[in-house]
């Protein structure tokens, strides 16, 4: 158990539709990262947020945005949704500080668009 | 854009065999982390390398870090199936930012 929390573990919705990824980072962790895994891909960098600040942008796409609240919980949020999109999203977090930068990440949501 | 390249991108092999997974880049990393994923499930962090030649082992696995800081190599004895996965690293630099490389896919058939 890598201390990560992600809800839902599986989502299936159609085209059109939005839907929100949540996840609780690890407890003293700062920094979330969010990955999008098509099937047998390597992980796609999303965004990073730092202590409710917005770190670093990868490749999102504008239909998709992020926050991290004050208690450090980070939402993801999915909008005109492609069949595209269907994928594996990852959160991880890590302290967000300094030169090592361990992740640890979440269980992972299932979206499968339909 | 720092790009790590990791090779072989596939890899079947039998158990009990060796093998050696390779991280290029050509940037300098404060530190490299290497994570293993099993299908459907998160990646789980094996180890992080940060000073320049450094040497790690956990049980079978060898992890090495380049002289430059710009490359790193795992090194695994005896391969065993639950050894199948994928295989990430991912570069470190200040500021908590990353970038992971596209992976290793290992197949250890028993």
């Known amino acids: 158990d890598s201390g990560v929390t992600q809800t839902p573990k599986h989502l299936i919705t159609a085209t059109g539709q939005r839907v929100t990824l949540r996840c609780s980072p690890r407890s003293g962790d700062l920094s979330v990262y969010w990955y999008q895994q098509s099937l047998d891909q390597g992980l796609q960098f999303l965004i990073q947020?730092?202590?409710?600040?917005?770190?670093a942008k990868g490749n999102i796409l504008e239909r998709f945005s992020a926050q991290q609240f004050p208690d450090l919980h980070s939402e993801l949020n999915l909008s005109s949704l492609e069949l595209g999109d269907s994928a594996l999203y990852f959160c991880?977090?890590?302290?967000?500080?300094?030169?090592?930068?361990?992740?640890?990440f979440g269980p992972g949501t299932r979206l499968t668009v339909l | 854009t720092q790009l790590l390249e990791q090779s072989p991108q596939f890899l079947s092999i039998q158990e009990g065999e060796n093998l050696t997974v390779y991280c290029n880049s050509s940037s300098v990393f404060s530190s490299l982390q290497w994570y293993r994923q099993e299908p459907g499930e998160g990646p789980v962090l094996l180890v992080t390398v940060v000073t320049g030649g450094e040497v790690k082992k956990l049980k079978r696995l060898t992890f090495q870090f380049g002289d430059a800081r710009k490359d790193s190599s795992l090194h695994i004895t005896a391969a065993q199936p639950g050894d199948t996965g994928l295989y990430l690293c991912?570069?470190?630099?200040?500021?908590?930012?990353?970038?992971f490389g596209d992976g290793t896919t290992l197949t250890v058939k028993p």
């Open positions: 947020y730092y202590n409710g600040e917005e770190r």
């Open positions: 991912a570069g470190a630099r200040n500021a908590g930012k990353s970038t």
């Open positions: 991880a977090s890590s302290v967000g500080s300094g030169s090592v930068n361990e992740q640890f």
